[in-house]
């Protein structure tokens, strides 16, 4: 009686790994599915999107640099008062 236990056990002990693996390739196999639904860019639309991007950066960068050149001579003056 106490053999077939040990032997069921190791029995169960060997089976996790097998059914770990099998999660993570179907994992995998899903995330593969997936991204094969995805549409993708073309070159020419990436460009875009990077160009507009860019631009916009270097707008907002400008917006905050003239804030803060304003704000910095707002607080000189009112120090020097």
Do not use: H
């Not at 056990?9 to 089976?15: D, F, I, M, V």
């Not at 960068?61 to 050149?69: C, E, F, T």
């Amino acid at each position: 009686m106490a053999l077939k236990t040990k032997e069921k056990e190791k029995a169960k002990n060997s089976q996790k790994p097998q059914k770990g693996n099998k999660e993570k390739t179907n994992i995998f196999k899903g995330m593969v599915r997936e991204l094969k639904k995805v549409t993708w860019p073309t070159k020419k639309e990436t460009i875009v999107y990077t160009i507009v991007v860019v631009v916009t950066v270097i707008v907002f960068a400008l917006v905050i640099s003239v804030y803060d050149l304003f704000l910095k001579n707002l607080i000189e003056t009112m120090l020097s008062w």
